[in-house]
């Protein structure tokens, strides 16, 4: 168990609230784009930019980084809106979101913005690059580089990812973390009826992983599961976070249809209403 | 006769001249890379002999990453250890790989821009017996509509050697063709090899050339025998070795339309998105000129020995001299 104090988790939330903001002005500007994937894991992003991640965002290229590779594109939104807010870009650059000439592409596009690791946005290809920069680490007897990889739940329909489950084990590649936002939705509904995946968790142990079942909106689990996962050295490591999608907009909690649609004006600033009067 | 500032191989038409597949050269090329820089790396789905990348594995066990039957995965992987700085060599059949795999590389290693390189053996109607469902008659036209992506395609295994090496040392994401059956050296070690370089192999004693013969892969061997016998009664041929298909040697294939007048082209693939068809794009665009296809004419292929199903087919030597007698009879 690694300890993580209440001031340090009171201002992660507050560094979470303001991302959501952003990805919620981005979308509206935009008007069009993934908001409730992009809101569930704000939090997760939030622990990664803020704590997990070994990075400097001064120095996008060094060599040493740890890296993240974010399977499922279409959540961009929050991954373009941590990086601003861990200095990367300028925050203001986030309302060019899916417009023509800019970076910040409607899926994450590598040749635009170079200091992200992959494109992505075709769902089921990013655990596997993230295998082979674990393999290349390993040949190179690196440093200690972690390889993070996020996937949407809804993602591990596609079987390439169950291909590279097998390898990762195979290679006991005790340098994968990899965390799957289990937030039971994907476009045309529930994840359990559409394709249902059961008890992932099991079905990663019996892959032959380690890993564990968090609640991936609480800082407290997300900081043991990654203590856990970055201590583990026999085998890949998998957090199984529980998201709420669209998590701090109350009325569009929980909702499938928020999965690929953006708030028109009026339902943006109801919700920064709502984000701006909480209390930390 | 034989262009011999090329020094191609002059025992060529000897019934016993040395053959050699091109996934062999393929091997061999693997290892001397291998060898020279150690960011290669190797990767292959559960074809590790088929694929002669057995070459390279057996000296570099810790470069090397068996993935299993997963072609999807093997790319992507393969993507991934690019972008960390190595060079990966992503090896299975070519109708698995870029068949099989075909978005993964479009998304993971063009679109990414990364310097993977894709090995695809047992291409075309060569592999004979396994039968149609794995002859790769469309790998051409796969890879070279892909932004970013080279495309070669070796007349032979000391060519596909070179190739192996040079492509080794570029950046760019590359589809490299290999096929399986022992087919003639055409070229020597001392041929000259430069990748976006079109040759021409075969060409008259004296005087302009009447057709232009584009050929690509060891159907080379098959042209140059053909223009030999045509030789005899005063035929004046040339033959392009296209054994880069992209980037194309437009430069090249316009100078030999300007010539000829009169163009074949002659893969092993469909004839539909091939080699001829980029030949096709860039003469339509700068010297329209009349062209001959030939190729796998809009069907799969089916069992047989190599052989007879080049004849069958359509891409034996009888039917290039058929062709060309054709042009010169009009």
């Not at chain 1, 988790?9 to 952003?22: H, M, V």
């Not at chain 1, 930019?49 to 974010?70: I, Q, S």
């Not at chain 1, 899926?107 to 674990?134: C, D, K, N, V």
């Amino acid at each position: 168990m690694e300890t993580i104090t209440d001031e340090k988790i009171k201002e992660l939330k507050i560094q979470a609230n303001e991302i959501r903001k952003s990805i919620i002005n981005m979308l509206c500007e935009a008007k069009s784009g993934h908001t409730a994937g992009s809101l569930g894991m704000a939090d997760i992003f939030t622990y990664l930019y803020k704590v997990a991640l070994k990075h400097k965002p001064e120095n996008p290229n060094w060599n040493d980084r740890d890296r993240l590779v974010l399977s499922n594109g279409h959540i961009c939104p929050v991954l373009y809106a941590t990086m601003a807010h861990s200095g990367y870009f300028p925050i203001e650059e986030l309302n060019t979101l899916r417009k023509f000439g800019s970076r910040l592409q409607g899926h994450p596009y590598r040749e635009f913005l170079p200091m992200i690791e992959t494109s992505s946005g075709p769902l089921g290809e990013g655990l596997s690059q993230a295998i082979g920069m674990a393999i290349a680490s390993r040949i190179d007897n690196g440093i200690n580089k972690k390889i993070y990889c996020l996937v949407g739940d809804g993602e591990l329909n596609e079987g390439q990812n169950w291909e590279a489950i097998m390898l990762a084990s195979k290679e006991k590649l005790n340098n994968l973390i990899l965390i799957v936002d289990r937030n039971y939705i994907q476009i045309d509904g529930s994840t359990e009826t559409v394709m249902p995946l059961g008890d992932l968790l099991s079905k990663f142990k019996s892959f032959d992983w380690n890993g564990e079942t968090i609640d991936g909106n609480d800082f407290k689990e997300i900081n043991n599961a990654i203590y856990n996962a970055e201590n583990e050295h026999e085998k890949p490591y998998v957090i199984i976070a529980k998201t709420v999608p669209s998590k701090g907009v109350t009325k569009w909690e929980g909702n499938y249809k928020w999965h690929g649609i953006a708030p028109n004006k009026e339902e943006r600033d109801m919700a920064i209403q709502e984000l701006n009067d909480i209390n930390f | 006769m034989l262009n011999q500032n090329l020094k191609l191989n002059t025992k060529i038409f000897n019934k016993d001249t040395e053959k050699k597949s091109t996934r062999l050269g393929f091997g061999e090329g693997l290892l001397q890379a291998g060898t020279e820089n150690d960011e290669v790396v190797g990767l292959c789905a559960d074809l590790l002999e088929s694929t002669k990348m057995n070459i390279f594995a057996d000296k570099f066990s810790n470069r090397y990453i068996e993935v299993g039957i997963a072609e999807q995965n093997l790319v992507s992987i393969a993507s991934g250890m690019a972008s960390m700085g190595k060079v990966p060599f992503a090896s299975s059949y070519a109708i698995f790989n870029p068949g099989r795999n075909w978005e993964q590389i479009r998304t993971t290693v063009c679109y990414n821009n990364q310097n993977v390189k894709i090995i695809g053996s047992h291409a075309g109607l060569s592999v004979g017996p396994d039968g149609g469902s794995h002859q790769a008659l469309e790998d051409i036209a796969l890879t070279r509509v892909l932004p970013n992506m080279v495309v070669l395609s070796p007349c032979d295994a000391i060519e596909a050697k070179k190739m192996t090496i040079a492509i080794s040392k570029t950046k760019e994401p590359t589809y490299l063709r290999c096929t399986r059956n022992d087919t003639p050296l055409i070229t020597t070690n001392e041929t000259p090899f430069e990748i976006g370089k079109a040759q021409i192999v075969w060409q008259p004693e004296s005087g302009l050339a009447k057709v232009g013969i584009i050929a690509t892969g060891p159907l080379l061997y098959n042209t140059i025998i053909a223009s030999k016998q045509l030789e005899e009664e005063g035929i004046k041929i040339k033959v392009m070795n296209l054994s880069c298909i992209k980037p194309l040697d437009t430069e090249a294939i316009i100078a030999l339309a300007k010539e000829t007048k009169n163009i074949i082209t002659i893969e092993d693939h469909q004839i539909i998105g091939g080699m001829g068809s980029a030949v096709a794009e860039c003469l339509s665009e700068s010297y329209p000129t009349k062209i001959k296809f030939m190729g796998i004419k809009d069907m799969f292929g089916q069992s047989g020995n190599p052989e007879e199903l080049a004849k069958y087919y359509g891409i034996d030597t009888e039917s290039i001299i058929k062709e060309i007698r054709k042009i010169i009879t009009i």
